[in-house]
């Protein structure tokens, strides 16, 4: 949603209110846009934490303090245009304390424009916070708070672990959010938790039931130790449970995305008061003995300041080297990247001539253009040049195609880092203190302590060869390292979902005990099915036989479509059920699966090469599932073989043209199907192999899909795993007919899917939310480049595929791209001389009309020019006709290289 100004809202936006009917005076004039609503309404925390929907047309970005260093931002006048990398960040609070009730309609103003390092949260601890304890870094992966309840008649009781015990009384942002608790809050609990709980004044009574949050303290925390400071630290870390925190030093929020952030309604005390609120402290503590239960008044105990207004500005490092300091957050918006000025990055060789990786360059991004995809690299690794062995660096363009960042470098602003010291030793100590006499082994202890003691050695930002990165794992990671710290049983659920969950994704072939399935089994009933296979395997083979005769007859009495006509594959939604059969009409898509595999071998010989659309033959050697368990092998019953002998009478008739589906007789459970990527798209003549495996509770549970990817990832919902990512296939969230349905969906369903929902002419926004983007300037920026990047990784499927083609499609594979390859060529061509934009040509490699602007970026040519000469290579040797017409490429990318 866009605000009065036409900028997009995004959340935790510092939103102004416009002065209208709805103005919502006694709330302030501000809050955080926490979520958005129904209608084109923003949810808004107020400074109270009181939660008011406001229309997004009524509100005005003013700040955001989400931005954290090393997040990646564009202008927002200019929300297409280059992109930079946050360095820097200031912010400053504007404070109040509300009144006693906690409403914000008489708030006193506190203190304005107070830096953060004058501040303090209720709860100075988070979950990700980087604390140190003696010689040991470590991250908070649990914590819990201890709560004094003040009851109205003066009695207090101490909660522990209160996140789960205690409840909000007033609807607040807070409620429903564990630890989240504030000195004047007003809480409640059951009377089980109060009898439970320590009474510091007073005693338990039914009656007591809700009362007045008078102090929050942190209860004990679980620590993940990352790193030590002394590399000859002997001996264990400390232990993972500290019941007091006070022993731990806090460093630093977590992680930039993550990390803690100010916002309006939070709360927070003064590290040291001001002046004359110390002079009040003392007035009391001389009068104290006057009053002695006057701490136990509500409107007497210290009542934290609520943050009623910040103001953020950051600094920025554009992709174009240049630096700007103090830019308003509002100016700015979160976006995507690949590079930056400062990363370290690797030559992404790809397939190299002859199989032969080049050796490994390390570099420092020191400029890129945006526009271009260019990135001016200065190389201070490279074993090839005598240059870099003599020590010196050199300076060279590249396509930011042909770059990736360098996994053994991988630290950015923001990272934590720890700084390297020296072994501690005698000669160390005595050096560092001046002296060369003896040092004794005190000595060398007090050293010790005092370089652990300034924390000098835990930062952001030091020098490389000076740092150590941290590699910063997730919580669920933690905590399963940690398993016997964990207090709270719910998230070992949660982390054995989440691996349950990785299980699943990853094929689930580790998921069978083939002892425990064996004796489960009856070897009575499998012997019985495997006749009945038997049988059906026979019959369809007959069929198979029959329905060959008949389209021999049809191709002879001349209804077969010419083989130069291309029929593109409609992109049909997931909830397809049916099609039209290919016998019923001459011109539907698809009319004779014969016509796209009888057609001229490119070798220039007569010969005809057929390759059927559907085929059952035998199961190759490097399928994916092949090595499943006998009883996964064997099916699951008869109600499985008839609808796995339906699925093959579906795939028999009406499979598009452009799909190609492979059935074993010896391994019913088993499929290979291969994809021809369409025109028009950045998969253009790729092709793209998928295996598949038939559980035994299919058709109740989808089909399991592997992709063959060759470790790269050309689309969004294909992993370089093989994962393929769909809501057809359980791997995906959907709803209705997204999901997999026993009733309906069918593998033609799946197969189709694959080709008309994850191989289309915009990948990108096949990504998890970008669909959000689509029509607007973020998703028109990064649309092109994500198109040039997939059309790059299908041309280095192609090199792959043909120098390892599948079994059972080493014919097809050799085929196709002998029939294909001057296409292919002439497109690299048309990208490479008149720059037309990748996704814009037909299936004669021509422009379509219409899209000629933008041209292909200089960054895609420089990388093009590299790929297509093993390309042509590749072409040639499998002996596709017309690649000497491109020999100039070839001298050109040789030149590039």
Not at 570 to 591: W, Y
């Amino acid at each position: 949603m866009q605000d009065a100004t036409g900028q997009p809202i995004r959340p935790f936006d510092l939103v102004r209110f416009f002065h209208t009917a709805t103005g919502g005076a006694p709330h302030g004039d501000r809050g955080l846009a926490v979520k958005s609503l129904p209608g084109e309404r923003i949810s808004v925390r107020c400074v109270d934490g009181s939660e008011v929907a406001k229309k997004a047309c009524e509100l005005t970005v003013v700040d955001r303090t989400t931005l954290c260093p090393a997040m990646a931002v564009t202008s927002t006048s200019d929300r297409a245009g280059q992109a930079g990398v946050v360095t820097g960040v200031a912010t400053a609070l504007d404070l109040v304390r509300l009144d006693v009730d906690g409403g914000g309609g008489g708030a006193e103003l506190v203190a304005t424009g107070v830096s953060l390092a004058e501040v303090r949260p209720v709860r100075e601890l988070n979950l990700g916070s980087y604390v140190v304890s003696g010689a040991w870094l470590g991250r908070v992966a649990e914590l819990s708070v201890d709560v004094d309840v003040l009851f109205d008649d003066g009695s207090v009781c101490r909660v522990t672990q209160a996140g789960d015990k205690l409840r909000f009384v007033r609807n607040s942002f807070w409620w429903g959010k564990k630890n989240y608790f504030f000195p004047g809050d007003r809480v409640a609990g059951d009377s089980s938790v109060f009898k439970a709980s320590r009474w510091l004044r007073g005693y338990w009574k039914p009656s007591r039931g809700e009362g007045t949050v008078a102090k929050v303290a942190m209860g004990g925390v679980v620590v993940y130790w990352a790193a030590t400071l002394l590399h000859d630290a002997a001996g264990d870390p400390p232990a993972a449970y500290q019941p007091n925190p006070r022993d731990l030093t806090f460093v630093c929020s977590g992680d930039p995305y993550h990390m803690w952030v100010w916002g309006v309604g939070d709360r927070c005390f003064f590290r040291r008061p001001p002046p004359h609120a110390r002079k009040k402290m003392r007035r009391k503590g001389i009068n104290r003995w006057r009053r002695r239960r006057s701490w136990l008044v509500p409107e007497l105990f210290e009542r934290p300041m609520a943050v009623a207004n910040t103001r953020t500005t950051v600094d920025v490092l554009w992709q174009d080297g240049t630096r700007q300091q103090g830019v308003p957050s509002a100016s700015l918006l979160r976006t995507e990247h690949d590079f930056f000025p400062g990363h370290r990055v690797v030559a992404n060789c790809g397939d190299s001539n002859n199989g032969v990786a080049r050796r490994r360059r390390v570099g420092v991004v020191k400029s890129l253009s945006y526009k271009d995809q260019t990135a001016c690299v200065s190389w201070i690794t490279d074993h090839q040049a005598p240059a870099a062995a003599a020590g010196e660096s050199y300076t060279t363009v590249m396509s930011t195609y042909d770059l990736r960042r360098c996994s053994d470098y991988d630290f950015f602003y923001g990272d934590v880092v720890v700084r390297k010291h020296p072994t501690v030793d005698h000669q160390s100590v005595a050096e560092a203190s001046g002296s060369t006499q003896q040092t004794l082994p005190a000595q060398i202890s007090t050293n010790k302590a005092a370089v652990i003691n300034d924390l000098s050695w835990v930062g952001r930002i030091v020098l490389l060869h000076e740092i150590d990165f941290i590699k910063q794992p997730s919580y669920e990671e933690m905590l399963q390292q940690m398993g016997d710290w964990v207090l709270d049983e719910d998230n070992d659920d949660a982390i054995d979902k989440v691996n349950n969950n990785d299980d699943k994704i990853d094929g689930g072939e580790g998921d069978h005990n083939p002892e425990n399935e064996a004796q489960d089994g009856q070897l009575g009933a499998t012997a019985i099915m495997d006749r009945v296979g038997n049988t059906i395997r026979a019959v369809i083979q007959t069929a198979s036989g029959m329905l060959a005769h008949t389209k021999s007859y049809i191709v002879r009495s001349g209804l077969m479509v010419s083989a130069t006509t291309r029929v593109e594959p409609a992109v049909l939604p997931a909830s397809i059920q049916t099609c039209s059969p290919r016998c019923n009409d001459n011109k539907a898509q698809g009319t004779i699966p014969a016509a796209a595999a009888l057609e001229s071998h490119g070798s220039g010989d007569n010969a005809m090469f057929r390759f059927k659309h559907f085929d059952v033959v035998q199961s190759p050697q490097d399928h994916h599932y092949l090595d499943c368990n006998d009883k996964q092998a064997s099916g699951g019953g008869r109600k499985w073989l008839k609808r796995v002998q339906k699925e093959w009478k579906i795939l028999e008739t009406i499979l598009p043209d452009t799909i190609y589906v492979r059935a074993f007789e010896d391994r019913m459970d088993l499929l290979r199907a291969v994809i021809v990527g369409a025109s028009g798209t950045p998969y253009q003549n790729g092709l793209f192999f998928f295996d598949m495996l038939l559980p035994p509770p299919y058709p109740d549970t989808p089909p399991q899909v592997k992709y063959h990817s060759f470790g790269l990832r050309v689309n969004p919902n294909l992993y370089p795993s093989g994962t393929v990512c769909l809501s057809l296939l359980g791997t995906f969230g959907g709803t209705g007919p997204e999901l997999w349905s026993p009733e309906t969906s069918s593998i033609l369903q799946v197969v189709v899917s694959i080709q008309g929902l994850v191989l289309t002419s915009q990948p990108y926004y096949n990504e998890a939310g970008y669909a959000a983007q689509i029509g607007t300037p973020e998703g028109h920026r990064n649309e092109l480049p994500y198109c040039e990047k997939t059309y790059l990784v299908n041309l280095r499927t192609m090199l792959h595929l043909i120098r390892r083609p599948l079994v059972g499609f080493e014919a097809f594979v050799k085929d196709h791209f002998c029939r294909h390859g001057r296409q292919i060529l002439r497109a690299c061509e048309a990208y490479l001389q008149e720059g037309c934009p990748v996704a814009t040509l037909n299936g004669e490699a021509c422009a379509t009309d219409g899209r000629r602007e933008p041209s292909c970026s200089k960054g895609f040519r420089l990388a093009l020019a590299t790929v297509v000469p093993r390309l042509v290579e590749a072409f040639s040797g499998i002996g596709a006709q017309g690649c000497n017409e491109f020999d100039w490429i070839k001298q050109t990318g040789s030149t590039a290289m």
